[in-house]
């Protein structure tokens, strides 16, 4: 079936769109180095404004030394600080950590929790990091994950016109089926990566770009400036 922009439905979009994005990454994990669920926790909490790259360089001197939940609760905060210290936003990422981890071995056993609502009550933890961790270390499908490829991809698409995450992750709820929330989420931030950069949207060399309101538009005059930040 030819689905073009000109004349699909939002939802009809959103579905070949993600049918396309399986077949254009099929192997797409998670990209920070984790592992147990503890880990990947801290590693989505130093990923914020920060690159998955840049956190993997850190987390394994970081994981060497504190390799848990109660280790990290214990640790010096200045000894959490000087190892995350690249990733930006050190002081107040260190303190989150510490303090989720101090939750986690006081209520549950040093454990990370399978559930949204308790996720939602760590420090430093909102939904997008908790659906990381639920997707990737527990299989469970709790929302769609929205980071910055995720957020400047769907607008350019047009599955949305919001640009505040929660928004858009309640669009995207309503456009996919729930099992491949998850899936969707990561295989856009992948293509974002590679294809649809913030600044300079390879839209030529796009397989999703007969899918797309946006594809070769002026830049400035499609998408507002609170949706173009990088990772």
Known sequence: MNITRKWASKK???LEILVRLKRLYP????TLNYATPVQLLVATILSAQCTDERVNLVTPALFGQFPDAEAL???EPVEIE?????TGFYRNKAKNIQAACRIL????????PPSMEQLLRLPGVARKTANVVLAHAFGINAGVTVDTHVKRLSYRL????????IHIERDLI????????ENFSIRIIYHGRAICK???????ACLLSDLCPSADLPLLDEIPPSVLSEE
Do not use: F, H, M
């Not at 192997?27 to 998670?30: D, L, Q, S």
């Not at 000087?82 to 690249?86: A, D």
């Open 158 to 165: 047009g599955l949305t016109k919001n640009t505040d995450p």
């Open 12 to 14: 009809q979009r959103a």
């Open 27 to 30: 192997n797409a994990p998670c």
């Open 82 to 86: 000087n190892l995350i210290r690249s």
């Open 174 to 181: 309503r456009l996919l089926p729930s099992d491949d929330w």
């Open 105 to 112: 071995v006081a209520e549950y056993g040093g454990q990370v």
């Open 198 to 204: 913030a600044r300079n949207p390879a839209c030529q």
């Open 73 to 75: 609760a214990k640790a």
